[in-house]
């Protein structure tokens, strides 16, 4: 089982649409999440963090779920420049804070 | 600021031969990675340094080698290219680990080993 996995989509949506995406990792003791965008040939950007209670950014909001072990991504309104790949990212636990795990990533379109 | 660069973006090599690969960060980061970035795979650790003078091995180490002489340059060496080299390679800095600390991409060098 892969430590951080995501649905690779891709995601075809239309502009205005709503669209969710859902990550789950295995380590239990794993410490802090992130999204991370990354376009296509270009270096991953970080999106957001994903905190216990919940934030939100605008039209995006990610929410943590640590019984369940997975977070999840929403983006409201969608834009054509929403159009990129989404990186679920876990950080930390026993296997050191040094260690970043990254899913392989959701792809979405944004379609007019 | 120029965040992390590096050098070179784009490079071709014939198996058996050896490069070399610049990181450079100017955010005063302890923490320095190098990634490699196949399809379908995500990214994945080759090596990674937690301050100047130390390195250590991540998931894919073989077939690499690094150093960290300076704090603000991570090098990452091959020295002798696989055509399974053929990759994206990003390099990535942040401060110690543990919270919530944001990593930072360079922009990358795609190498292709023929």
């Known amino acids: 089982r892969k430590e951080v996995e995501q649905d690779p989509g891709p995601f075809n949506v239309p502009e205005g649409a709503t669209v969710a995406f859902n990550c789950t990792y295995s380590?239990?003791?794993?410490?802090?999440f992130f999204w991370y965008r990354q376009d296509c040939r270009k270096e991953p950007k970080l999106l957001m963090s994903?905190?216990?209670s919940g934030n939100e950014d605008g039209r995006f909001t990610a929410q943590l779920n640590r019984a369940s072990q997975y977070i999840s991504l929403l983006i409201r309104d969608s834009k054509l420049s929403d159009s990129a790949t989404y990186l679920c990212?876990?950080?930390?636990?026993?296997?050191?804070?040094?260690?970043?795990?990254f899913g392989t990533g959701t792809r979405l379109k944004v379609l007019a | 600021n120029a965040g992390v660069t590096q050098t070179p973006k784009f490079r071709v090599l014939k198996t058996g031969q050896s490069m070399t690969l610049l990181c450079a960060q100017d955010?005063?980061?302890?923490?320095m990675y190098w990634y490699r970035q196949d399809p379908g795979m995500g990214l994945r650790l080759i090596h990674y340094?937690?301050?100047?003078?130390?390195?250590a091995k991540g998931e894919v180490p073989d077939g690499y080698n690094v150093s960290r002489l300076k704090k603000q340059n991570f090098l990452l060496g091959l020295e002798s290219a696989a055509p399974s080299q053929t990759s994206v390679y990003f390099c990535?800095?942040?401060?110690?680990?543990?919270?919530?600390?944001?990593?930072?991409f360079g922009p990358g060098t795609r190498l292709t080993v023929l």
């Open positions: 380590n239990s003791a794993s410490q802090s």
């Open positions: 990212v876990v950080n930390g636990g026993a296997s050191g804070t040094y260690k970043y795990i």
């Open positions: 340094s937690v301050g100047e003078g130390t390195t």
């Open positions: 955010m005063n980061h302890e923490y």
């Open positions: 990535a800095s942040s401060f110690p680990g543990g919270g919530y600390n944001e990593q930072f």
């Open positions: 994903v905190y216990s």
